[in-house]
T-cell receptor, first 113, second 109 residues
Framework: EAQVTQNPRYLITVTGKKLTVTCSQN?????MSWYRQDPGLGLRQIYY???????DKGDVPEGYKVSRKEKRNFPLILESPSPNQTSLYFC????????????FGPGTRLTVT | LAKTTQPISMDSYEGQEVNITCSHN???????ITWYQQFPSQGPRFIIQ???TKVTNEVASLFIPADRKSSTLSLPRVSLSDTAVYYC??????????FGKGTRLHILP
């Protein structure tokens, strides 16, 4: 089954404790992206990657890192999480056809205390 | 990157056809129009995409006039399960992707 998986689905952590949220897709897509969603602010893009070893900042990259060493994986790294990074995070992937036909993961709900 | 404008919310009744219009006055020649549906706490789901005229799939239809400055997502015979947020996006695969606030559709029994 074609899908995007994220782990963990739920995470509660403390300020400053480094964490990684994994994202993997099995559709051989070139494009992968991370979003965060907050009430009243909608979906905002954090980082995206158009292919292996190519990453670019989205609209809200501060406090996040990503890497794209393999085509299927695109982990999101929070080196020193803060409470304002409490949010619902989505990973997405897309093949390079025209437009924006993205496939989203199930989401990771992160709480930083 | 073309900016889009959609109604913040809409109400309709079960069994009705629902049309959600999106304005995108500065759409570029290469831009496609893409619509997503999102239920609470779930990732957005791709519904339909088009470039011009009309596109139809098993879920919805997308109407795009000749000037491409707007588009209309049409959902036939909606049910309660169509209550969701619907996002209109305009751009191409190598652009930054901006979702906006979307249209909150509420279907009433």
């Amino acid at each position: 089954e074609a899908q995007v998986t994220q782990n963990p689905r739920y995470l509660i952590t403390v300020t400053g404790k480094k964490l990684t949220v994994t994202c993997s897709q099995n559709m051989n897509h070139e494009y992968m992206s991370w979003y965060r969603q907050d009430p009243g602010l909608g979906l905002r893009q954090i980082y995206y990657s158009m292919n292996v070893e190519v990453t670019d900042k989205g609209d809200v990259p501060e406090g996040y890192k990503v890497s794209r060493k393999e085509k299927r994986n695109f982990p999101l790294i929070l080196e020193s999480p803060s409470p304002n990074q409490t949010s619902l995070y989505f990973c997405a992937s897309m093949g390079f056809v025209r437009g924006y036909e993205q496939y989203f993961g199930p989401g990771t709900r992160l709480t930083v205390t | 990157l073309a900016k889009t404008t959609q109604p913040i919310s809409m109400d309709s009744y079960e069994g009705q056809e629902v049309n959600i219009t999106c304005s995108h006055n500065n759409i570029a020649t290469n831009d496609y129009i893409t619509w997503y549906q999102q239920f609470p706490s779930q990732g957005p789901r791709f519904i339909i995409q088009g470039y011009k005229t009309k596109v139809t799939n098993e879920v919805a239809s997308l109407f795009i006039p000749a000037d491409r400055k707007s588009s209309t997502l049409s959902l036939p015979r909606v049910s309660l399960s169509d209550t969701a947020v619907y996002y209109c996006l305009v751009g191409d695969a190598d652009d930054k992707i901006i979702f906006g606030k979307g249209t909150r559709l509420h279907i009433l029994p």
